[in-house]
């Protein structure tokens, strides 16, 4: 065959790669913004030189300037300083607290799936109960039980997200332990733990992982509820939602003490729902691919 019989041969044969697509501008500016807050996270010092904690009642309520960007609070505190150290607290609290969700949602889940009919009935009846309270609701009775402070709402809110993970995985569970490749397995001889470990577990925990995402947007606003409510860490450290409680009754005359930490809050639900939405949408593309194949 010559040389352009060949390459024609090839074009025709050789599946055609799709054009790569860039990410939207959407989507950018949230990995953006998310670095930032990762910054902040880790070394929350990088970006704010003054101390969160230094009272300085002659620059009381002092509106933003040169020294101060966001303005101080009613003790005379840097409000972008206390914004920035306040973002370990938040986010910490919601990436604990969907860690433990996530924890916890998949033994759930595949205790149900895996352990018999009548262990399945109790668990999917119990997850149902527990999802049809509100999860604010559900938040403030465990802290009711449990007591204020940083552990008491990482468990809270864990408690309040675990149902819908483990819905999920129970879901996945069932749909992979009927799988071919599952039955293939049982039929090598293969034992029932090396099925749940190599197959049901792995395949269970992929959609998983990418409800997590979003689900980290919804645990960092539950947890800022709660100390807005004043159940969490307490004055002087900075957190997102006390500091919007302090700064509600001075919204009318000093506006800065409140809107920086409500717009914290904001902007990193929306970041992490952005990216969530977008891994989610990457991840059903990529299984629909694999699907055709």
């Not at 040169?66 to 914004?83: A, C, N």
């Not at 033994?107 to 109960?129: H, K, P, Y």
């Not at 800022?224 to 409680?245: C, I, N, Q, R, V």
């Not at 009318?252 to 989610?280: D, E, F, H, N, Q």
Request: aromatic fraction near 4%; include cysteine; charged fraction near 15%.
């Amino acid at each position: 065959m010559n040389a352009p019989a060949a390459a024609l041969s090839e074009l025709v044969t050789k599946p055609r790669r799709s054009p790569a697509r860039w990410p939207r501008p959407t989507v950018v500016i949230a990995g953006l913004i998310a670095a930032v807050l990762v910054i902040a996270v880790i070394a929350p010092g990088v970006l704010a030189s003054q101390s969160p904690i230094d009272v300085d009642l002659g620059q009381a309520l002092s509106a933003p300037s040169t020294e101060h960007l966001l303005g101080t609070d009613q003790l005379g505190r840097d409000i972008f300083s206390r914004l920035v150290f306040g973002a370990r607290y938040s986010i910490l609290m919601g990436l604990s607290a969907t860690a433990l969700a996530v924890l916890a949602g998949t033994v759930i889940g595949l205790c149900a799936a895996l352990a018999g009919r009548r262990v399945d009935t109790v668990i999917t009846r119990s997850i149902d109960i527990v999802m049809a309270f509100p999860g604010i609701l559900l938040s403030l009775l465990v802290i009711a039980i449990l007591g204020q402070g940083v552990g008491s709402i990482v468990a809270a809110i864990a408690v309040a997200e675990s149902a819908s993970y483990a819905r999920l995985v129970r879901s996945q569970a069932v749909v992979v332990r009927n799988a071919e490749y599952v039955r293939a397995s049982v039929a090598l001889g293969r034992p029932p733990g090396y099925r749940i470990l190599h197959h049901i577990v792995p395949n269970s925990l992929r959609p998983t992982f990418v409800l997590a995402t979003l689900g980290v947007g919804s645990s960092i606003m539950i947890g800022s509820a709660l100390s807005f409510l004043g159940l969490g860490p307490k004055d002087p450290t900075p957190e997102w939602g006390s500091m919007l409680a302090a700064g509600r009754e001075l919204l009318s005359k000093s506006w800065w003490a409140a809107v920086p930490p409500g717009a914290a809050i904001t902007l990193t639900v929306i970041t992490v729902t952005v990216l969530g939405r977008a891994l989610r949408q990457r991840w059903e593309v990529g299984r629909a691919g694999t699907a055709r194949r």
